[in-house]
């Protein structure tokens, strides 16, 4: 989620309904939405590797929206998982956070098995791990980009912070983030929500306007 403006600004092609690719001057670039979850992930990596580039991929990016898992991480933040990422991709986004103009935060991402919705849940995790942000699908990522040898970097915009709670309806956007029948059902059977969800509304868009930049960036600093 979150790298439908990026799609827009790069006018990719749709080469179905979740993939999307632009040949820039020095590379091809493939965005591909995977959903939620590391299946989901898992199941992207392969289709991508065996059916779209068949077998020459390059380097693969996990990147979307996160959540912050420590107080200082602002909604629309860039965070990095270091711990992943290879070395020179993670130094390649790090000649970049001056030019973002927005928060740049380096360690570790908690990988979770579920949405972390809750404030508590993230201030369990936050506590426990040390991570500085939470997502699902980067460890799956990294683990197929190591046994196929392909690069791996791993970056994302906070869309909620660490004492924001998330409303269910968020659990009901599709992979590209659009809201369909179940989402707006959610909304309208659980009004105690409205206020998260405006909020989370709010802090979306700052974590999409600043992934796009940084996506962006990534880019120019790879052709350069």
């Known amino acids: 989620m ?5 799609i827009r600004d790069q006018k990719m092609k749709a080469l179905d309904d979740r993939t999307f690719d632009v040949q820039r001057p020095n590379m091809r670039v493939t965005v591909h939405l995977s959903g939620i979850g590391a299946e989901n992930a898992r199941k992207s990596c392969e289709y991508l590797a065996d059916q779209v580039f068949r077998g020459t991929v390059n380097v693969l990016i996990s990147t979307g929206f996160a959540c912050g898992l420590k107080p200082e ?14 070395i020179s991709i993670a130094e390649k986004l790090d000649r970049i956070s001056a030019r973002l103009g927005t928060g740049f935060h380096k360690g570790v991402f908690w990988c979770a098995n579920r ?3 809750s404030a508590k849940d993230k201030h369990a995790i936050s506590q426990k791990s040390g991570a500085i942000a939470g997502e699902m699908e980067s460890q ?17 915009a906070v869309s909620d912070a660490l004492d924001q709670n998330l409303p ?7 992979p590209d983030g659009s809201a369909g029948f179940g989402f707006w059902k959610t909304v309208f059977t659980n009004p105690a929500e409205w206020p998260d969800l405006i909020r989370l509304s709010r802090s979306a868009h700052a974590a999409e306007k600043n992934l796009r930049r940084a996506l962006e960036l990534f880019l120019k600093e790879i052709e350069s």
């Not at 991480?73 to 290879?86: A, E």
């Not at 269910?168 to 599709?174: G, P, V």
């Open 168 to 174: 269910s309806a968020a659990l009901r956007l599709s």
């Open 73 to 86: 991480i602002k909604p629309g933040d860039i965070t990095v998982d270091f711990g992943r990422s290879d």
């Open 140 to 156: 799956s990522v990294y683990e197929f980009c190591k046994n196929r040898k392909i690069s791996f970097g791993s970056f994302r």
């Open 115 to 117: 949405p972390l919705m």
């Open 2 to 6: 979150g790298n439908q403006g990026f």
